[in-house]
């Protein structure tokens, strides 16, 4: 693990003594659906941006008008409860003006509106749906937090259908045990400025609506990971979920089919990349592009 950054030092310093903590799990529990941070006339004006409502959801792709062929689908964070924000954007501009990528973000049902069945459902229909209307394009998931997680369970499915899978996978600070019932979970929650076990066990129990909180449609880590490919894993030692992580990564390295590169990102916050000044973040970023570019892990 690298020294970390003084404006790293700065934000975890920040973090822990703000009201952060409070703020955000009202807005996990009290979601607003005014959020409009990732639509067409938020982006740069040099980016084509391309919005559709499709199977009671919406998607928008956006690129600089003569993409590569790479084409990222980007499943945002927010504990499956909050629509993505500005940094989304900021990361899907970035991918796109320093790599010419093509992205799609994906809108999908979030609770208390819905549950794994109609978020997942939704999210294999929209991969099926890109791929159809860009067959010669090369498709990556990138999932960050409850993101990272549905990126998972969408390849666990994927496997399962026998359907194309795509060439790669990156996951930030994945969310994949909605059961929160690891007891090193515990000590972490001390330690992490912005998370806490009680909020996300409840969102946990509530986005998995009649099924089992450990059915790995819910909760990917109670799923099989062969043959899932490559993924690029980046996750921080001052999060909650930093446990969790861990038994991912164990079961990843495992798996027949499946390789991984992670970096465990020292004094870093859950979904860290979405302070996109960091260091840090900038550096994570490279890799990212680097990983979709090329298809080989480091």
């Known amino acids: 693990m690298v020294v970390v950054s003084l404006r790293g030092k700065w934000l975890l310093f920040k973090t822990q003594?703000?009201?952060?903590?409070?703020?955000?799990?009202?807005?996990?529990?009290?979601?607003?659906r005014r959020n409009n941070a990732v639509v067409p006339d938020k982006f740069a004006t040099d980016i084509v941006t391309k919005e559709r409502r499709i199977f009671d959801g919406r998607i928008l792709t956006a690129d600089s008008g003569?993409?590569?062929?790479?084409?990222?689908?980007?499943l945002h964070g927010g504990?499956?409860?909050?629509?993505?924000?500005?940094?989304?954007?900021?990361?899907?501009?970035?991918?796109?003006?320093?790599?010419?990528?093509?992205?799609?973000?994906?809108?999908?049902?979030?609770?208390?509106?819905?549950?794994?069945?109609?978020?997942?459902?939704?999210?294999?229909?929209?991969?099926?749906?890109?791929?159809a209307q860009y067959p010669d394009d090369?498709?990556?998931?990138?999932?960050?937090?409850?993101?990272?997680?549905?990126?998972?369970?969408?390849?666990?499915?994927?496997?399962a259908q026998q359907k194309s899978m795509p060439a790669g996978s990156i996951l930030i600070s994945p969310w994949t045990d909605l059961s929160m019932m690891n007891p090193d979970l515990q000590a972490a929650a001390r330690h992490d400025p912005y998370l806490?076990?009680?909020?996300?066990?409840?969102?946990?129990?509530?986005?998995?609506?009649?099924?089992?909180?450990?059915?790995p449609r819910v909760s990917p880590i109670y799923g099989s990971f062969d043959e899932l490919g490559p993924i690029l894993m980046y996750f921080g030692t001052n999060e909650l979920l930093h446990a969790d992580d861990q038994r991912l990564l164990q079961k990843l390295r495992e798996a027949p089919g499946t390789s991984v590169a992670a970096h465990e990102m020292r004094s870093m916050l859950h979904d860290y990349l979405l302070w996109t000044k960091?260091?840090?973040?900038?550096?994570?970023l490279k890799a990212i592009k680097q990983f979709i570019l090329t298809g080989q892990l480091e």
């Open 17 to 32: 003594h703000s009201q952060l903590k409070r703020q955000l799990q009202q807005a996990f529990l009290k979601p607003s």
């Open 66 to 74: 003569s993409p590569l062929p790479q084409h990222v689908i980007l």
């Open 79 to 131: 504990a499956y409860a909050m629509q993505g924000i500005a940094s989304h954007r900021e990361i899907m501009e970035a991918l796109i003006h320093q790599a010419n990528l093509r992205i799609t973000y994906v809108d999908f049902p979030l609770v208390p509106e819905a549950t794994v069945d109609q978020t997942l459902i939704f999210t294999l229909n929209v991969y099926d749906y890109l791929r």
């Open 138 to 159: 090369q498709f990556f998931l990138l999932g960050d937090s409850a993101g990272g997680g549905l990126a998972l369970a969408v390849l666990q499915q994927l496997r």
């Open 196 to 215: 806490t076990l009680e909020t996300l066990k409840q969102i946990g129990y509530a986005y998995a609506g009649d099924h089992a909180v450990t059915d």
């Open 278 to 284: 960091l260091p840090e973040s900038k550096r994570t």
